[in-house]
């Protein structure tokens, strides 16, 4: 049976920051901000970086908004565009809009369970939409997961040479070439030492 939660409901799972990003503004301006949009509002941030006399004793700042606010709120908006750029703009507008990307925030081992369906082609598209598949495609653990599922049960001998050069790097190699990496492995370890 499948079962639909509403928005709201997905919403729920998020947790209370939906978005935070903290940098410096291009120059000449040297300032810092931090943008961080929750469940319920909009926080602007912001630290005055200056070697002049005047500014050296200027406090922090910081701005709170509710989401409606900060969509009628051209200025703060034109200031999130200079600091961080237009694609997180749009996606700050996006998010207060209530349109949220809910497969990103997937825990990894549901996402692991997802990616490991996926042809090579599709995973390969996947990793270039963003950072976070960029990083889950290319770990260690998604390509150990994805090993131990089309494989099945593994020898210790392949387990041992996947520590060593990697569980993509083993998912990669056909079998007849690990056989001989295991093999060239045993005959090492056989060997006496010359000590």
């Known amino acids: 049976m499948v079962t639909c939660q509403t928005s709201s409901g997905m919403a729920s799972l998020m947790g209370e920051t939906l978005f935070e990003i903290s940098g410096q503004a291009p120059a000449p301006l040297k300032d810092y901000f931090h943008f961080e949009i929750s469940q319920s509002e909009v926080i602007w ?4 970086i200056s ?5 050296r004793n200027t406090k922090p700042g910081e701005l709170r908004q509710s989401h409606e606010d900060y969509l009628e709120d051209s200025r703060l908006q034109s200031q999130v565009a200079m600091v961080f750029g237009p694609h997180i703009l749009q996606y700050s507008k996006q998010l207060c809009q209530g ?3 809910y497969i990103v925030r997937l825990p990894n081992s549901l996402l692991f369970n997802i990616l490991t369906r996926l042809n090579l082609e599709d995973l390969e598209g996947l990793s270039r939409t963003c950072h976070r598949f960029r ?3 290319n770990s260690e653990e998604f390509w150990e997961q994805t090993v131990r599922n089309q494989w099945g049960a593994l020898t210790p001998s392949v387990e041992d040479l996947a520590k060593d050069v990697g569980w993509r790097t083993v998912f990669f190699t ?3 070439h690990l056989r001989m990496q295991i093999s060239r492995r045993k005959q ?3 060997q006496p030492s010359e000590d």
């Open 45 to 48: 941030r912001w630290w005055k």
């Open 51 to 55: 070697l002049r006399l005047n500014s």
């Open 99 to 101: 349109q949220y990307d």
């Open 135 to 137: 990083e889950l495609c």
């Open 174 to 176: 056909n079998k007849l």
């Open 188 to 190: 090492k370890e056989n």
